[in-house]
Every structure is written in structure tokens, then in C-alpha cells.
Nanobody, 117 residues
Framework: QVQLVVSGGVLVQPGGSLRLSCAASRSITTIYAIGWYRQAPGKERESVAT???????YYAASVKGRFTISRDNAKNTLYLHIDNLKPEATAVYYC???????????WGQGTQVTVSS
């Protein structure tokens, strides 16, 4: 079991940066895979970035180079740092965790990121 609390969504101007946080109720290093998803208006939810318990990272092609996923083991917190924000990054961002391979994901609540001038 794990609970996820997401924070950090804001209104930001194009070109700006922000960091989203996902606080987990257990050690992130014990979680098989944890990552960020987003759902833009009128679109399906998509995977943005994933971090495995072994430290491997995976990014959607559309965000490589601008999005960075990281974790603070002492705080049991996952982060998503986004640079050079573009309007198409506007979406509700979610954190999700899979405790073991082939198990269901547990979802945190979403946080709204709006990129607009």
C-alpha cells in the first residue's frame, strides 16, 4: 500500500520553470516504479517520466531534455522538474506508483499546470 500526495501545480509563463512534488507514504526505493503522467484538455492521459527502484529513468520523447525526474530518498518524495515550459505542457499532472511488476498503479491526486502569458 502507498499513498501519494502531489503538489506544485501553478500558472507559469512560457519559458519558465517549475517543480512538482509527489510525497509517498513509504520509501520510494521500495517502489518498483513511480512516475508522472499528465492529461491535457481533450486528450488521453499519457506517461511523462518514470523512475524505477533501480534508479533507471524513462521519458516520453516529447519531454526529453526539458523534464527531469528525481527522488529524495530521505523525504520519500518524487520530483518532476520542468524547464522552458511551453503552452502545450498545460495539463493536469499525476503521480502514480506500481509496487511490484504486473501490479496495478496507485494514483495520487492531480495538480494543474497552466502555461500561459
Amino acid at each position: 500500500q502507498v499513498q501519494l500526495v502531489v503538489s506544485g501545480g501553478v500558472l507559469v509563463q512560457p519559458g519558465g520553470s517549475l517543480r512538482l512534488s509527489c510525497a509517498a507514504s513509504r520509501s520510494i526505493t521500495t517502489i518498483y516504479a513511480i512516475g508522472w503522467y499528465r492529461q491535457a484538455p481533450g486528450k488521453e492521459r499519457e506517461s511523462v517520466a518514470t523512475l524505477t527502484s533501480t534508479g533507471n529513468t524513462y521519458y516520453a520523447a516529447s519531454v526529453k531534455g526539458r523534464f527531469t525526474i528525481s527522488r529524495d530518498n530521505a523525504k520519500n518524495t518524487l520530483y518532476l522538474h520542468i524547464d522552458n515550459l511551453k503552452p502545450e505542457a498545460t495539463a493536469v499532472y499525476y503521480c502514480a506508483a506500481r509496487l511490484a511488476e504486473y501490479t496495478d498503479y496507485t494514483w495520487g491526486q492531480g495538480t494543474q499546470v497552466t502555461v500561459s502569458s
